[in-house]
C-alpha cells in the first residue's frame, strides 16, 4: 500500500486515539528509517523511548525469531522458560528478588500498586491504603495508573477515579501531609516523561527514599521510560543512590515488543501469592525471548558507552540557537524551545528527522545504538528547522 491508501484506510476504520504525522514507516536500520514511499529518517524517537537497538537488530531479531520458531504462547499455568530467565537476568542485574511480567508499562504499575496495597493490608489493615504520587507525573491509562497520574489534561471525562490516590508537589513535607499516615506507597518517575523530560531534584529523591524507609511506606519507582539503559544506567534510580521497594518498567525492555515488568525487592518479595494477579499475555516467550536480549547486552562497557554518546548529543545541543534549555538524564532529552515544539517535530519530519514533544517540550529518546554520523546528520536537521 502506498502512503495515501494507509492514511485513508486508518481514517476510516481505526480508533480516532491518536493525532498522527503524516508518514507510515515501511522499514530501516538502526536509527535510521524510511518510509512507505522510500524516504529516509533519523529517529530521534526510538518509538518513544521503546526500540533500543534501532531497527533491524540483528542479534535480537534471531533472539525473537529463535523462540518463534519454537513456540508462540502459552499460558502462565505452564513454566515458561524464556520468562524464567528474564526474571533471573533482571533479578541479578537489580537485586531484585522477583519480577512479574505483564504487556505494558500501566500493568506494570497496576501490579505495583496492587502489590503495595496487600503489603499494607496484611501488615496494617484497611485503612493504610493510599498512594501517593506527583504533580506533573505520568503513570498510564487505565483507570488506577490515571489516578495516579498528576496532569489534569489526561483525566477530563474519566472520573471516578479509584480511590485514595493523592497527587501532590515533589516536596517531602508535601508528600507527607498527603500520605497523611495512611500512605501505603508513594510513586516516583526519577525522570519524568510525559510532562517535558525533568530530572527530579536529587535531594528530594534522596530524602523521599529516607521518609518512606522511616514509615514502612513503599518506594515505587516507575522506570517505563527512563529505565533499561535510557539514562546511561540500567534503571535511572541508580544515579540517585537509592532502593526502591519496588520497580517498574516496559517501553524499552522488549527492544520493540510489548513487556510490562513489576520487580519486588527485599520487602515485597513474597506479597502477591497464586491467584492474587495474573496476565494472558504477561511475561509471554516471544516476548520475553527479545527481552532476554535487551538485558544481557546492556553491560557496564554498553551503558558506558551509552552516557558517552547522550553527553556529546547534549554538548552539541547546548550549542545550537533557538534552543532555551536542555533537561533530563542520558538519552532521556528535553529542549526547551523558542519556537513551537509541535510546529518544529512537524517541520523536522519534512526535513527527514523524528522527534518527540511531550507537554511544551521537544522529546529526544533516540535508540541507545545510535551512531556519531546519525545523531550529527539529526542535531543538523534539527538546527536548521529551529534557524529557519
Ligand atoms: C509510557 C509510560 C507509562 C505507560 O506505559 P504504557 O505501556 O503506555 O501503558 C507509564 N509510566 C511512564 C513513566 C511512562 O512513560
Known amino acids: 500500500m502506498n502512503f495515501s491508501e494507509i492514511k485513508e484506510l486508518d481514517e476510516k476504520y481505526g480508533a480516532k486515539t491518536f493525532s498522527r504525522f503524516p508518514v507510515a514507516f515501511a522499514g530501516g536500520k538502526n536509527a535510521t528509517l524510511c518510509d512507505s514511499d522510500g524516504k529516509s529518517y533519523i529517529d530521534f524517537g ?45 533479578c541479578e542485574k537489580t537485586g531484585a528478588k522477583r519480577a512479574f511480567f505483564a504487556n505494558s508499562g500501566a500493568e506494570a504499575n497496576e501490579c505495583a500498586f496492587k502489590t503495595a496495597r496487600k503489603y499494607s493490608f496484611e501488615k496494617y489493615g484497611e485503612k493504610r491504603k493510599r498512594i501517593v504520587s506527583l ?36 516536596d517531602v513535607k508535601a508528600v507527607e501531609r498527603a500520605s497523611d499516615g495512611k500512605a501505603c506507597a508513594v510513586v516516583i518517575e526519577c525522570v519524568q516523561g510525559e510532562s517535558g523530560v525533568t530530572a527530579l531534584d536529587r535531594g528530594f529523591i534522596r530524602e523521599l527514599a529516607a521518609y518512606c524507609k522511616e514509615n514502612d511506606v513503599l518506594l515505587v519507582c516507575d522506570e517505563v521510560q527512563c529505565g533499561n539503559g535510557r539514562t546511561g544506567k540500567f534503571f535511572a534510580y541508580e544515579h540517585y543512590g537509592i532502593a526502591p521497594d519496588l520497580v517498574t518498567t516496559a517501553k524499552g525492555l522488549g527492544g520493540g515488543l510489548p513487556i510490562g515488568a513489576c520487580l519486588f525487592f527485599g520487602k515485597t518479595e513474597n506479597v502477591l501469592t497464586a491467584g492474587d494477579h495474573g496476565s494472558t499475555f504477561g511475561g509471554n516467550p516471544v516476548v520475553c525471548a527479545g527481552a532476554c536480549n535487551v538485558v544481557e547486552r546492556m553491560t557496564d562497557e554498553f551503558l558506558s558507552d551509552v552516557a558517552v554518546k547522550a553527553d556529546y548529543m547534549r554538548m552539541k545541543l547546548e550549542k545550537i540557537g533557538g534552543i532555551k ?28 528527522l523524528l522527534v518527540l514533544t511531550a507537554h511544551k517540550r521537544l522529546r529526544l529518546v533516540p535508540p541507545l545504538t545510535i551512531t556519531k554520523t546519525e545523531m550529527d546528520e539529526g542535531l543538523d536537521i534539527l538546527e536548521g528547522v529551529l534557524k529557519a
Not at 534549555?325 to 527527514?352: S, W, Y
Open 46 to 90: 526510538a518509538g518513544i523511548a521503546v526500540n533500543v537497538f534501532g531497527v533491524n537488530d540483528e542479534a535480537w531479531k534471531n533472539a525473537v525469531v529463535d523462540q518463534l520458531n519454537k513456540i508462540q504462547h502459552v499460558s502462565n499455568y505452564y513454566y515458561i522458560e524464556p520468562q524464567a530467565r528474564l526474571a533471573r537476568l533482571l
Open 135 to 170: 504533580k506533573d507525573s505520568f503513570h498510564g491509562r487505565t483507570l488506577f495508573t490515571l489516578s495516579a497520574t498528576g496532569q489534569d489534561s489526561f483525566h477530563k471525562y474519566f472520573a471516578p477515579f479509584v480511590p485514595d490516590v493523592v497527587n501532590t508537589v515533589a
Open 325 to 352: 534549555k536542555v533537561t533530563g538524564l542520558g538519552f532521556m532529552i528535553g529542549l526547551e524551545v523558542e519556537k513551537d515544539p509541535k510546529q518544529v517535530a512537524a517541520e523536522c519530519l519534512n526535513r527527514g
